[in-house]
């Protein structure tokens, strides 16, 4: 499988929580996607048709910047990825973190957190944007609320080499 990183993307506590034991189980970096503008309270109004995550989410080539980027992508060969699905869809700054890196040949493990939006047409656009890149996607998997074990159990059930 070679060497390990585990992104992820949070602006609660779930997300980055996960992540961290998702880094745990399978010995890897972990590296957390920071936005350049913070997300505020207000920010995260998703009945607003105004609200900063509406207007991102609905505008498909919207990337906001990364406070830092990840210098040494090179170094992995597998990426697991975490974020909090957001109106279906992954946050526009993990979009972000994909596109600052190159991931030819490396295989990428989406795994996100869910307070109502499902995982199925997530996982479509994933597959639908990874199409025509030389990656291994793997499906993505809602690890939501999961324990040390589960987080374990669903690695033993990766198909990782």
Known sequence: MGKVL???????????KT??????VEHADLFEIVPAVPYKPGDMEWLSKTSRVTVEQKDYFCRPKMAVPLANAADYDTIFFGFP?????????VYTFLESISLSGKTLVPFATSGGSGRRETNNKLKEYFRDKPVKLLP????NGMSRQDVFDWHKRLELK
């Not at 585990?6 to 602006?11: D, E, I, L, M, N």
């Not at 992540?19 to 745990?24: F, Q, S």
């Open 19 to 24: 992540a961290k034991m998702v880094a745990g």
């Open 140 to 143: 993505l998997y809602e690890l």
């Open 85 to 93: 699905i957001w109106m279906f869809d992954v946050p526009k700054i």
């Open 6 to 16: 585990v992104a992820y993307f949070s602006v609660g506590q779930e997300t980055a």
